[in-house]
DNA sequence: GCGCATTGCCGAATCGATTTGGCAGGCATC
DNA sequence: GATGCCTGCCAAATCGATTCGGCAATGCGC
């Protein structure tokens, strides 16, 4: 029994002026005059107008949705839903930061998986955010193809409008962390290099570590997941001439891969091996025995900074923007001296 | 540079009929010759047409968007964004399985905080679904007020459509389990009991208990966090006369901070303590030095089954719908004895 | 007091679909 | 052969906003 919705008629009748008045005067366009405006405002707030999304942009030409997608494949369609297997919680934040902007701005943020047929997706959405875009997602291609707005978080060999994260700083404030509490040879335990943040993590190591003189470790674990990347770590902490004494890890299943590792091998950390997460998640907080020290990405603003530039895109402002979010260090007991 | 939207006009025009029979054959309504029918459709399909999802809509009279928020506090407003504490993993499954399933059925789902501003957040979307909803909640409130469409995961005291996880045979069954594997007596590990389903857990556990004339040993944590809870835990393990040999908890952090303390107080898992969450989660897979029991509670599905039946309502096909997704147990280290 | 510009407001078109009512024409009925 | 009933199709109204063009009324300069 809920009363029919209230349109820019009811004010226009309520207010003794026209429906292009009304709309006018709500608007600040066109030429009205102050007293009317005023009027008509009071009587819209009121009877408790609130204008038709739907009406609004079907005459704007669009739809007031945007759509989100993840573009790695820890969501891999798995019966009927999504799976995603790690990374979860980096976009989740990430998530949350842009629903709620676009929000904010009039816009609705859905997110989807890449891998949605594309056709019905692209045209029900304005535009669309990529988080970790990879070069051969089809989604991308598509949207790149239709010339639909699109901004990525991270980066791929397209030339598109991004935000990112400033890796080569955050690695390099990581190693200078550990080396001021006595690590002086740190490894780089990777999974992929397919993503750019993973590519701008590594080329930091290596300058740092040329820059020092050292050689660098490079350790690659077969995937993701801590159940395969243990193995790896543990074979490289047990080794007879481990050439490391710390290591720095570009995903947080990394890390907690690493500690499980050390803790079964009787090595202390950080005494005996230091650990930072180049990314962070709840879980290091809590670690296993010791915290883990980890880069905070900043995700929730990653998805609003993205969301405000593809609405900019959107509205014609600009061409093509960049910009980069800084990060901070979480220093935890895995890096702590004593 | 791209090309205009194709409309239902083009497809008129291009198939020599009026827009009324185009829209009629497309839509299976109406009364249209068999050949002109597939006629119109081939066009449609060569022209690459597709329905604006918008002036559908806005015929229609709704919106065409959904929404889903999350009732419970973990999303505390905080900076810009939200940022969720717990529970994040969970959440984000039963979005996924939403987002899909509202898309698959033509509509786009997002995702808001509970604490938005009502107003413009209940007229941007045709219905809600709540997870975990409580009874205080201000946006569940207005909803209902407002007469708007609403399906909870989850129950609370509004007379509301639900979907639901069966939590009574899920805890029966969890402790079914563990006692054939020698554990005769388990602790419950709670944090707070006001959401429907630590209820459910709560008296499902007590119904145990007396069934079987033991006494009933309740852990109460001052929150959800690891760090919250461990002291708590910790104390009741190392107590002299500790009553239980095993632990259920309603939170996957509590069962993080459970095996945290065993490990501190040098217990075994399973031999001195075995350990089930009563929620799944990723990290319980790898737990520290033991995976960890848990129920999983398919959120995905949860999400999906939400979705199907806020439509439902929304198109007014039933006026309340109830349905209960089973829960499965996913047995791991932490209760396998031997 | 005559033009001209400006101001304030409104009618009507528009966005892209759906839906209603009705107009022809064909066919069966009596 | 007139009547009535389908069938197939379409013109026009509708949803709720925005926006353009134009019409009066007013103000201003000379």
Tied chains: 1, 2.
């Excluded at 980096?90 to 943020?109: D, I, Q, T």
């Excluded at 030339?159 to 740190?186: K, Q, Y």
């Amino acid at each position: 029994m809920q009363s029919r919705r209230v349109t820019i008629k009811d004010v226009a009748r309520e207010a003794g002026v026209s429906v292009a008045t009304a709309s006018e005067a709500l608007n600040g366009k066109g030429r009205v005059a102050a007293s009317t405006r005023q009027n008509v405002i009071d009587v819209a707030a009121r009877v408790g107008y609130t204008a038709n999304r739907l009406a609004k942009n079907l005459n704007a030409g669009r739809t007031g949705s945007l759509v989100l997608a993840v573009s790695p494949q820890p969501f891999t369609a798995q019966g009927a839903g999504l799976q995603p297997e790690w990374d979860i919680e980096y976009y989740f934040r990430v998530l949350n930061g842009a629903s709620l902007r676009a929000f904010e701005r009039g816009f609705l943020m859905s997110m989807l998986p890449t891998h949605t047929s594309s056709r019905g997706f692209l045209s029900a959405a304005d535009g669309l955010v990529v988080v970790d875009p990879s070069d051969d997602d089809p989604l991308l291609a598509e949207a790149i193809r239709s010339g639909r707005p699109c901004v990525t978080i991270g980066r791929n060999s397209a030339d598109l409008s991004w935000v990112d994260n400033d890796f080569a700083t955050g690695t390099t404030s990581a190693l200078a962390h550990i080396s001021t509490n006595g690590a002086s040879r740190a490894a780089l335990f990777l999974s992929e290099t397919s993503s750019s943040y993973v590519r701008d993590e590594l080329s930091a190591y290596l300058d740092w570590c040329s820059a020092r003189g050292i050689e660098p470790v490079i350790l690659r674990s077969p995937g993701p997941r801590v159940d395969e990347a243990e193995p790896v770590i543990r074979a490289a902490l047990a080794s007879d001439d481990r050439r490391f004494d710390s290591v720095l890890t570009t995903l947080d299943t990394l890390a907690h891969a690493t500690e499980r590792a050390a803790m079964a091998l009787d090595l202390d950390v950080p005494g005996d091996v230091q650990i930072v997460s180049l990314a962070d998640s709840r879980y290091l907080d809590y670690g296993l025995r010791k915290s883990i020290t980890a880069l905070d990405l900043h995700p929730v603003r990653l998805g609003e900074v993205a969301v405000d530039m593809l609405i900019e895109v959107l509205e014609g402002n600009v061409e093509r923007r960049r910009e980069v979010v800084p990060i901070s260090l979480n220093v935890r007991e895995s890096t702590l001296a004593g």
